[in-house]
């Protein structure tokens, strides 16, 4: 089996071998990756991207006749990637053959609920449960890796790529990293069904400045260590063979050249094994960022810096390491070691033994109904109540006779996926407006009305280029009468359900808002809804949060359903209608608006903590919805919270416990909290900060007793006093609840 220890040997002397008969203009090849894209006909690809979608795939075949491609991305037919692969292996002077990778973020064929849906669910082993669906559908078409989990903590939801992170928390992120990588490569690097996990952007990317997608990052050292770097940590911790680097400059330094992320905390901190590849073009815009004078400049700087690949459309910056190297700038050992990590990916996968595809079983994989199986308990468990007034919800079949389905993005297919999904089926993608039709069959009037026309972004989305991802009206469509058409169904309904949210291409890479408004005339369609005085349902179809101060005040009942995949429509009807109860909980703080971000709830408590809740004259300070927070269709009470011992040495542990019972007449699951605060010491420190977590199902009338540990690791964080790791002496309050507001606390004293 590929990566035991008698095998790491054989590995390690065969890449020598084959770094050995290598030429320098062979090593550099090995560390480039190019996309090859193979467009739809016609395709104007986006020209910002520099790309030709003719001349590029040219350039690609013939570098890959001189033997100089190291990895290819962007390619998901296993014909085609074996007809690539034979090229690489059979008609280049050392035959290595090609690593594929991928961006399978939520899925390649089936499609999961967006990341911060799966991070939402609070539930490590759903997460893994629904990766490992991507990674075997991945694995079956001849995908070797994915640049995925995306790890960056975000808190500013004007930055779109929110959507493909966890959220804004440290130890939720970290959580769900290692849930993802487990996921995406099993139990070793290389086994049957898996794929190379590539955390990324490393690191910093989500604190863009202004919420502008690749705007500088200036972050202090404290803020890396203690919330943005944790979950990159954990993701390597839990084996990630790779990691990305990010486009944007950190503290000045472009991040793809930064030799403090990469070889000081990745490789001399952390131990890091695996290679690094640089994002999107990030080698050769070192030019563009005005740090490196040249191409070569560039790609010897970024591979001193610690980044072992390049990710080059065209034109890399790789192809002058040769040339680095002649003129002194790339030491051999520098660029040899580089290409021995790449060279140990491709043993452990097996790919020198065996390097093609199976088409006929790749076809068997990817129709595997398991999958949308899965797919469909990850939306269902993704799901978050924000309200639900006098139990609205779950609605009764039986007593309903006619229901309103409102809005565009209710009966959208390509909405339902939502972004970054390339490979999927739309034919079997179920959005919400056919789940509630299927789910209900005959027994109730269904009627639908897109009630507002789409909205375009001001300028078109880069993934719009791949076809079908722009929304348009239906042909024919009169805003004026679809208006009216809406608020008549409503009228004559016994209950109308709203989508709204964002359209898929107005969320993701390059995705940033300068508000959180629900586009379009969505708000005034949902109030025209409501004055119907028909019962409403609003769903929530988002990745970021959104304006909803109207809502949370006139809409009884509001659930974030997010972009929940081609299950997505089967679940939100299992959802509406009781059969699963919703239990998902917030990963971000959900501000009022705009206005209010960075919003977030591990604040310090400054010398006015009394005042947190009234710090703008014109709006409150606290969130719409805190972290953490989620309602379901049962109600729980939480008591005898208790410490096993009052006071701990600086490196003890103490457990806590807590009693949560469920007082609903169904099963339903609990997401218990622990939430930590050290009163004092040689730092201030956050107000509180999420340190365990736990879903938990607990049958209507029961009572579950559940332990945490809080041990050093929970307390221990960087100190920019002491610049470095430390643990102080202090009393600590814990709190257990059901989100960050939790108030049943207790406390325990740290002795030096
Ligand atoms: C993109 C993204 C990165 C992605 C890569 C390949 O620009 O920043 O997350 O993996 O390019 O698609």
């Known amino acids: 089996?590929?990566?035991?220890?008698?095998?790491?040997?054989?590995?390690?002397?065969?890449?020598?071998?084959?770094?050995?008969?290598?030429?320098?203009?062979?090593?550099?090849?090995?560390?480039?990756?190019?996309?090859?894209?193979?467009?739809?006909?016609?395709?104007?690809?986006?020209?910002?991207?520099?790309?030709?979608?003719?001349?590029?795939?040219?350039?690609?075949?013939?570098?890959?006749?001189?033997?100089?491609?190291?990895?290819?991305?962007?390619?998901?037919?296993?014909?085609?990637?074996?007809?690539?692969?034979?090229?690489?292996?059979?008609?280049?002077?050392?035959?290595?053959?090609l690593l594929f990778g991928f961006d399978v973020v939520h899925g390649l064929r089936t499609i999961l609920p967006v990341p911060i849906a799966m991070a939402a669910s609070w539930d490590p082993e759903v997460i893994a449960r629904g990766q490992s669906v991507a990674a075997r559908e991945a694995r079956a078409v001849g995908i070797h890796w994915t640049f995925a989990p995306m790890v960056d903590i975000a808190?500013?939801?004007?930055?779109?790529?929110?959507?493909?992170?966890?959220?804004?928390?440290?130890?939720?992120?970290?959580?769900?990293?290692?849930?993802?990588?487990?996921?995406?490569?099993?139990?070793?690097?290389?086994?049957?069904?898996?794929?190379?996990?590539?955390?990324?952007?490393?690191?910093?990317?989500?604190?863009?400045?202004?919420?502008?997608?690749?705007?500088?990052?200036?972050?202090?050292?404290?803020?890396?260590?203690?919330?943005?770097?944790?979950?990159?940590?954990?993701?390597?911790?839990?084996?990630?063979?790779?990691?990305?680097?990010?486009?944007?400059?950190?503290?000045?330094?472009?991040?793809?050249?930064?030799?403090?992320?990469?070889?000081?905390?990745?490789?001399?901190?952390?131990?890091?094994?695996?290679?690094?590849?640089?994002?999107?073009?990030?080698?050769?815009?070192?030019?563009?960022?005005?740090?490196?004078?040249?191409?070569?400049?560039?790609?010897?700087?970024?591979?001193?810096?610690?980044?072992?690949?390049?990710?080059?459309?065209?034109?890399p910056a790789f192809a002058h390491l040769p040339e680095a190297l002649d003129g002194g700038r790339v030491e051999t050992a520098a660029l040899d070691a580089a290409v021995r990590r790449v060279l140990r990916a491709k043993l452990r996968l097996g790919l020198l033994d065996d390097p093609y595809v199976d088409e006929a079983r790749a076809r068997e994989v990817l129709a595997d109904p398991q999958h949308r199986e899965i797919a469909r308990i990850a939306a269902e468990r993704a799901a978050v109540l924000l309200k639900n007034d006098d139990d609205l919800l779950p609605l009764d079949r039986g007593a309903l006779e006619s229901l309103a389905v409102i809005g565009p993005l209710a009966a959208s297919k390509r909405d339902t996926l939502g972004?970054?999904?390339?490979?999927?089926?739309?034919?079997?993608?179920?959005?919400?407006?056919?789940?509630?039709?299927?789910?209900?069959?005959?027994?109730?009037?269904?009627?639908?009305?897109?009630?507002?026309?789409?909205?375009?972004?001001?300028?078109?989305?880069?993934?719009?280029?791949?076809?079908?991802?722009?929304?348009?009206?239906?042909?024919g469509f009169d805003p004026g009468t679809a208006f009216d058409e809406a608020v008549r169904i409503a009228r004559e309904a016994d209950v109308a359900v709203v989508v709204l949210g964002e359209w898929q291409n107005m969320i993701g890479e390059a995705a940033s808002r300068s508000s959180l408004h629900l586009p379009g005339r969505q708000l005034e369609l949902l109030q025209a809804v409501v004055a119907t005085g028909t019962p409403t349902v609003a769903l929530v179809m988002n990745g970021r949060p959104l304006d909803l101060r109207w809502a949370a005040e006139h809409v009884p009942a509001i659930l974030d359903i997010w972009y929940p995949g081609t299950q997505g429509g089967a679940a939100v009807a299992n959802l509406l209608f009781g059969e699963v109860a919703p239990a998902g909980r917030l990963p971000f703080s959900w501000p009022r608006t705009v206005g209010q971000v960075p919003m977030f709830y591990s604040h310090t408590r400054s010398h006015e903590p009394e005042n947190q809740q009234r710090r703008y004259w014109d709006e409150a300070s606290t969130p719409l919805f805190p972290f953490g927070h989620g309602l379901g269709y049962g109600r729980f009470t939480y008591g005898g919270l208790t410490v096993d011992r009052s006071s701990v040495p600086?490196?003890?542990?103490?457990?806590?416990?807590?009693?949560?019972?469920?007082?609903?007449?169904?099963?339903?699951?609990?997401?218990?909290?622990?939430?930590?605060?050290?009163?004092?010491?040689?730092?201030?420190?956050?107000?509180?900060?999420?340190?365990?977590?736990?879903?938990?199902?607990?049958?209507?009338?029961?009572?579950?007793?559940?332990?945490?540990?809080?041990?050093?690791?929970?307390?221990?964080?960087?100190?920019?006093?002491?610049?470095d790791w430390v643990l102080d002496p202090s009393p600590f309050d814990v709190w257990v609840g059901g989100d960050s507001t939790a108030e049943l606390g207790t406390s325990f004293d740290v002795i030096a």
């Open 1 to 97: 089996m590929p990566g035991t220890p008698n095998d790491e040997e054989a590995l390690r002397a065969r890449a020598e071998e084959l770094l050995a008969a290598m030429t320098p203009a062979e090593k550099a090849g090995q560390l480039t990756q190019y996309f090859f894209f193979s467009l739809p006909e016609g395709a104007e690809a986006d020209p910002a991207l520099g790309l030709d979608p003719a001349a590029q795939p040219r350039e690609v075949q013939a570098a890959l006749e001189r033997g100089e491609v190291g990895s290819l991305l962007f390619v998901t037919d296993p014909a085609r990637i074996n007809e690539l692969q034979r090229r690489a292996v059979e008609g280049s002077r050392q035959g290595v053959p």
């Open 155 to 315: 808190r500013d939801p004007r930055w779109g790529r929110m959507i493909e992170g966890a959220g804004e928390d440290p130890f939720l992120g970290a959580a769900v990293a290692a849930a993802q990588v487990r996921g995406f490569q099993g139990d070793v690097l290389g086994a049957a069904e898996h794929v190379i996990a590539g955390p990324k952007h490393f690191a910093g990317y989500g604190y863009a400045v202004g919420g502008r997608d690749y705007d500088e990052v200036n972050l202090a050292d404290a803020e890396l260590w203690n919330t943005v770097l944790p979950p990159f940590k954990a993701a390597i911790e839990a084996g990630a063979g790779t990691v990305m680097t990010a486009y944007m400059d950190l503290n000045g330094i472009p991040a793809t050249a930064n030799a403090w992320l990469f070889t000081e905390v990745l490789r001399s901190v952390w131990g890091f094994e695996g290679f690094v590849v640089s994002d999107a073009n990030a080698v050769r815009n070192l030019t563009t960022h005005g740090f490196a004078p040249d191409l070569t400049s560039a790609g010897a700087r970024a591979l001193a810096a610690g980044t072992d690949m390049e990710m080059a459309i065209t034109d």
């Open 419 to 475: 972004p970054w999904v390339f490979d999927f089926d739309l034919g079997e993608t179920v959005p919400v407006l056919d789940g509630i039709r299927r789910h209900v069959g005959d027994a109730v009037r269904v009627e639908y009305a897109q009630g507002v026309p789409v909205v375009q972004r001001t300028f078109p989305s880069m993934f719009d280029m791949f076809g079908g991802n722009r929304p348009e009206d239906p042909e």
């Open 650 to 723: 600086l490196d003890g542990t103490v457990t806590v416990a807590v009693e949560v019972t469920n007082t609903g007449d169904r099963e339903g699951d609990e997401v218990v909290q622990l939430y930590l605060h050290q009163r004092s010491g040689t730092a201030s420190r956050p107000v509180r900060e999420l340190k365990g977590f736990r879903r938990v199902p607990i049958a209507a009338g029961a009572t579950e007793r559940v332990e945490f540990e809080v041990g050093p690791d929970a307390r221990r964080y960087w100190n920019a006093a002491a610049r």
